[in-house]
């Protein structure tokens, strides 16, 4: 029989994956990855091991739909359709052709999204991605660049 | 139509301006639009974490912004790469944990590095005394990180449902001068425990301590209980007074649950103060203590 120790090595990864991608945040998500371990723990002499992760898995999810309920989020979002719909296409100029751009890593792309269309800081871009304040500079700035320099061949 | 344009970022650069100008966009261009969902909404819609109104109407935008479906598609492998980062840094202690069974000669290099960190956290705290200022404190990250996780997830919280009902009873029992009245009292309530009932085995406890002022069991047992129920701060009210009334035996379980508070509170200088003892101590909490601090360390050397 496994111990506790070793279930956490092996599907922590995967754990963590699934609230990140759940919750969109590495605080939240990791405190629901643990919320999950810990009702693992408490419950280990009556889970197969042959459940998991998929036990893991239903307990994020759970618990990340707590955690939207929780924020009210939805209800926030409820009202905002009322007066501002969710349209197809935003207003901005950052032209969506160049997000294309086939030497933009997916970090690059997210960085450059959460920057120039979400209007967020470069600390809260590192706190959805994971990433320190540097690295979000030094996504952005090589991003430009690359975007610069794809934008001067096209021409 | 009202105005649904956001500001662009207000810290904008001098060499992001710049870049952003080579490319053609001015300020008035990433002055961007309101109506995107939160990007933490995108995958969770898809994947169904979402009430079904919300989640409909977040993938119908989707399925219709070009701006939100490269994001969603850029975020996951983002997500992902970043939780298995996560991942390893959260697995690494119980490995630490777990070497307390490798055999020969590592035994004796795992608790010399575990000194060899209570020293160097003791440096850093007498420097940091000497320079006459405050502690430094550690960034929002990494206090970010003993609430809960990585310190408090593998190193507290696999044994945390056990202890205060098993090895405070048992560390009681184990008290030779310990009389019937407090200890007991306090046992009887941490049975409640057992069966779910911690806000009334906090209720019993705090009549037990406030009966027997001078008995410092009680207290224990109420501190680790309030742990449990998420209060840390109070925990740390019930624990600090007692703590110098408990016989030896018990204050290095005192020293051990107000490092465990203070890690929660996010005051990991005070939690340290009281971990780096009960490292170089050699008793039972010894392991757990370097590992903890090792998590310390480990997290202040990557700022």
Redesign the interface.
């Known amino acids: 029989m496994s111990t506790?120790?070793e279930l956490?090595?092996l599907h922590?990864?995967v754990v963590?994956?699934a609230?990140?991608?759940?919750?969109?945040?590495?605080?939240v998500?990791?405190?629901i990855?643990?919320d999950a371990?810990?009702a693992l723990?408490?419950q280990l002499d009556r889970i197969d091991a042959g459940q998991l992760p998929a036990w893991l898995i239903t307990v994020v999810?759970n618990k990340?739909?707590d955690h939207?309920?929780r924020q009210q989020?939805?209800q926030r979002?409820?009202d905002g359709?009322v007066?501002?719909?969710?349209?197809?296409?935003?207003?901005?100029?950052?032209a969506?052709e160049?997000?294309?751009a086939p030497s933009l890593k997916?970090?690059h792309?997210?960085c450059l999204?959460?920057?120039?269309?979400?209007?967020?800081?470069?600390a809260e871009i590192g706190t959805?991605?994971?990433?320190?304040d540097t690295q979000v500079r030094g996504h952005?700035?090589y991003a430009?660049?690359l975007?610069?320099k794809e934008?001067g061949t096209a021409r | 139509m009202?105005d649904?344009?956001?500001?662009?970022?207000?810290?904008l650069e001098q060499?992001?301006r710049q870049?952003?100008d080579?490319?053609?966009?001015g300020p008035?261009?990433?002055?961007?639009?309101?109506?995107?969902?939160?990007?933490?909404?995108?995958?969770?819609a898809r994947?169904a974490?979402?009430?079904d109104?919300?989640r409909d109407?977040?993938n119908?935008?989707v399925a219709?912004?070009?701006?939100c479906q490269?994001?969603a598609?850029?975020?996951?492998?983002?997500?992902?790469?970043?939780?298995?980062?996560?991942?390893a840094q959260?697995?690494s202690p119980?490995?630490a944990?777990?070497a307390r069974r490798l055999p020969s000669a590592w035994r004796w290099l795992l608790p010399a590095g575990g000194l060899a960190l209570a020293a160097s956290m003791g440096w850093w705290l007498v420097t940091a005394i000497q320079d006459g200022g405050p502690p430094p404190q550690p960034p929002a990250?990494v206090a970010?990180l003993a609430v809960?996780?990585p310190f408090?997830?593998?190193v507290l919280?696999?044994n945390?449902?056990d202890i205060p009902a098993r090895d405070i009873e048992l560390l009681m029992r184990g008290e030779e001068q310990v009389g019937a009245t407090p200890a007991d009292q306090a046992i009887d309530a941490l049975d409640l425990t057992r069966r779910g009932r911690l806000d009334d085995a906090i209720r019993q406890l705090e009549g037990v301590s406030a009966r027997y002022p001078e008995a410092s069991e009680p207290a224990l047992a109420l501190g680790a209980l309030l742990l449990e129920a998420g209060a840390a701060e109070r925990a740390i009210t019930v624990l600090e007074p007692a703590r110098d009334r408990a016989s030896d035996g018990l204050r290095d379980e005192f020293d051990w649950y107000l490092a465990v508070a203070y890690a929660r509170s996010g005051r990991l200088n005070q939690a340290a103060a009281r971990l780096v003892p009960l490292c170089e101590g050699g008793g039972p909490r010894s392991a757990l203590a370097c590992a903890a601090l090792d998590e310390i360390g480990s997290s202040r050397a990557t700022r």
């Open positions: 506790f120790e956490y090595r922590m990864p963590l994956r609230a990140w991608r759940a919750v969109g945040r590495r605080d998500a990791e405190e990855a643990a371990f810990l723990h408490r999810r990340a739909t939207w309920r989020v939805e979002h409820a359709l007066t501002s719909p969710m349209r197809g296409r935003p207003e901005g100029g950052f969506p160049l997000l294309d997916p970090v792309r997210a999204v959460l920057r120039y269309v979400h209007g967020m800081s470069r959805r991605l994971g990433l320190s952005l700035q430009l660049t975007l610069r934008l | 009202t649904t344009r956001r500001p662009a970022p207000s810290d060499d992001e870049a952003l080579a490319l053609g966009f008035e261009a990433i002055a961007t639009s309101a109506n995107c969902p939160d990007p933490a909404l995108l995958l969770a994947d974490v979402l009430a109104g919300l109407r977040v119908a935008h219709a912004c070009p701006f490269r994001l598609q850029a975020l996951e492998p983002c997500y992902d790469e970043a939780a298995d980062a996560a991942s959260l697995v119980v490995r944990l777990a990250q970010e809960p996780t408090a997830v593998t919280q696999p945390r449902p």
